[in-house]
């Protein structure tokens, strides 16, 4: 490949690594969030422990000197994950803050497994089998912020979350159905991750994030078809990739003028309507990667924010000199700094270098690497 390229385009794709197809979600270790909430001072007593289940050196815990036997516990941390624990263990020390219970084979959440735990904060159910939660398991959890459910067998949202919620990753569930008030009360949470379920449109009834304040939602891996309706109208990120939606209709993204990053790669988009990019004013970064598009959208021209758009893997077979920037000064407000083509049947000798005249810089360009 020769490295003399015209100014504006790049056949290389290697030289822009942040432009990269998005990966699918992948679940944080719960020492991630453990530590979020932990001064500096107590961060330097801990041993962080990157890799996902292990368990560390004991250290001595302030209190009552009892802890589940298996488990270790230290500086109101809890951790009883790889244990091949079939329920919740008993005698949880009361002032515990951080709770794991990832990687075991728990089936069921009993009313009293966590009474008297007022103090919990984080806890961590990934990779179970839970299938069953009794309505009032979370009551006493009256400060917990951050849930982790993912890889479990819920079928439905579970009733009663603690209203102090903050964050639910509920990721890779059997998840059908999303019940009108699901999130009832939930006033506090700005994250909802619940990608990787079973999930069609119809699944969600009117009403189901009623009341949500969310910032990022991410409902990627699922059997969407379209863009869901009435979702919080206070989303920042919106996350769709990897489903099975055929077009962006007009009124599609009307209520979601907050957005500053929108998923939809690896959809069956082969149309986006006109106009209906409009609506996001605020938008910074659209992935579009992975579809079935035969030209750049209309409307980016007019997005005075966007900054990056991933256009890669579609079929498209040129580019115009107005498909991305306006025509005349001082309308478009940031310069981007990322433009992904590559995988497209564009030849990039006929894209003139006027259309990335409202470009940063020619490495943020990506042609090439084609193949019928």
Same mark, same amino acid.
């Given at each position: 490949?020769?490295?003399?390229?015209?100014?504006?385009?790049?056949?290389?794709?290697?030289?822009?690594?942040?432009? %990269?197809?998005?990966?699918?979600?992948?679940?944080?270790?719960?020492?991630?969030?453990?530590?979020?909430?932990?001064?500096?001072?107590?961060?330097?007593?801990?041993?962080?422990?990157?890799?996902?289940?292990?368990?560390?050196?004991?250290?001595?815990?302030?209190?009552?000197?009892?802890?589940?036997?298996?488990?270790?516990?230290?500086?109101?941390?809890?951790?009883?994950?790889?244990?091949?624990?079939?329920?919740?263990? #008993?005698?949880?020390?009361?002032?515990? $803050?951080?709770?794991?219970?990832?990687?075991?084979?728990?089936?069921?959440?009993?009313?009293?497994?966590? =009474?008297?735990?007022?103090?919990?904060?984080?806890?961590?159910?990934?990779?179970?089998?839970?299938?069953?939660?009794?309505?009032?398991?979370?009551?006493?959890?009256?400060?917990?912020? #951050?849930?982790?459910?993912? =890889?479990?067998?819920?079928?439905?949202?579970?009733?009663?979350?603690? =209203?102090?919620?903050?964050?639910?990753?509920?990721?890779?569930?059997?998840?059908?159905?999303?019940?009108?008030?699901?999130?009832?009360?939930?006033?506090?949470?700005?994250?909802?991750?619940?990608?990787?379920?079973?999930? /069609?449109?119809?699944?969600?009834?009117?009403?189901?994030?009623?009341?949500? =304040?969310?910032?990022?939602?991410?409902?990627?891996?699922?059997?969407?078809?379209?863009?869901? $309706?009435?979702?919080?109208?206070?989303?920042?990120?919106?996350?769709?990739?990897? &489903?099975?939606?055929?077009?962006?209709?007009?009124?599609?993204?009307?209520?979601? $003028?907050?957005?500053?990053?929108?998923?939809?790669?690896?959809? /069956?988009?082969?149309?986006?309507?006109?106009?209906?990019?409009?609506?996001?004013?605020?938008?910074?970064? %659209?992935?579009?990667? &992975?579809?079935?598009?035969?030209?750049?959208?209309?409307?980016?021209?007019?997005?005075?924010?966007?900054?990056?758009?991933?256009?890669?893997?579609? /079929?498209?077979?040129?580019?115009?000199?107005?498909?991305?920037?306006?025509?005349?000064?001082?309308? #478009?407000?940031?310069?981007?700094?990322?433009?992904?083509?590559?995988?497209?049947?564009?030849?990039?000798?006929?894209?003139?270098?006027?259309?990335?005249?409202?470009?940063?810089?020619?490495?943020?360009?990506?042609?090439?690497?084609?193949? #019928?």
């Amino acid at each position: 490949m020769s490295p003399h390229c015209p100014l504006l385009l790049l056949l290389s794709i290697s030289l822009l690594p942040h432009l %990269l197809p998005a990966l699918p979600f992948e679940q944080r270790a719960f020492w991630d969030f453990a530590l979020d909430s932990f001064d500096s001072s107590d961060i330097t007593m801990m041993m962080r422990d990157e890799e996902e289940g292990s368990a560390t050196d004991e250290l001595p815990f302030p209190g009552p000197s009892m802890c589940p036997f298996g488990c270790h516990c230290r500086l109101r941390v809890v951790q009883c994950s790889d244990l091949g624990l079939t329920e919740v263990p #008993k005698n949880i020390p009361p002032d515990t $803050k951080f709770l794991d219970l990832q990687n075991n084979r728990i089936r069921e959440l009993k009313e009293d497994d966590f =009474k008297g735990l007022t103090h919990l904060y984080g806890l961590s159910l990934r990779n179970n089998q839970i299938s069953k939660v009794h309505p009032r398991t979370f009551v006493p959890l009256k400060h917990m912020q #951050k849930l982790y459910f993912s =890889k479990n067998q819920l079928t439905t949202i579970p009733n009663n979350l603690p =209203k102090s919620l903050v964050e639910l990753r509920i990721h890779e569930n059997r998840i059908k159905r999303v019940a009108a008030g699901a999130f009832s009360g939930l006033t506090n949470m700005n994250c909802i991750e619940m990608g990787a379920n079973p999930i /069609h449109n119809s699944g969600f009834e009117p009403g189901a994030f009623k009341g949500l =304040k969310l910032n990022y939602l991410r409902i990627s891996e699922a059997k969407l078809t379209g863009v869901p $309706k009435d979702l919080p109208d206070s989303l920042n990120e919106l996350h769709l990739d990897h &489903n099975q939606i055929q077009a962006v209709e007009l009124e599609d993204l009307k209520r979601y $003028k907050n957005l500053y990053r929108l998923g939809l790669g690896y959809n /069956h988009i082969r149309n986006i309507e006109n106009g209906s990019l409009s609506y996001l004013t605020m938008l910074r970064e %659209l992935h579009l990667d &992975n579809n079935r598009l035969s030209r750049v959208p209309r409307g980016l021209p007019d997005m005075k924010y966007l900054q990056v758009v991933y256009l890669h893997s579609n /079929h498209i077979a040129q580019v115009g000199i107005d498909d991305f920037c306006p025509r005349g000064f001082g309308m #478009k407000r940031t310069f981007y700094n990322g433009i992904s083509l590559f995988g497209n049947p564009v030849n990039y000798w006929e894209v003139q270098p006027a259309a990335f005249r409202c470009v940063s810089d020619r490495l943020a360009i990506q042609f090439g690497n084609y193949k #019928k």
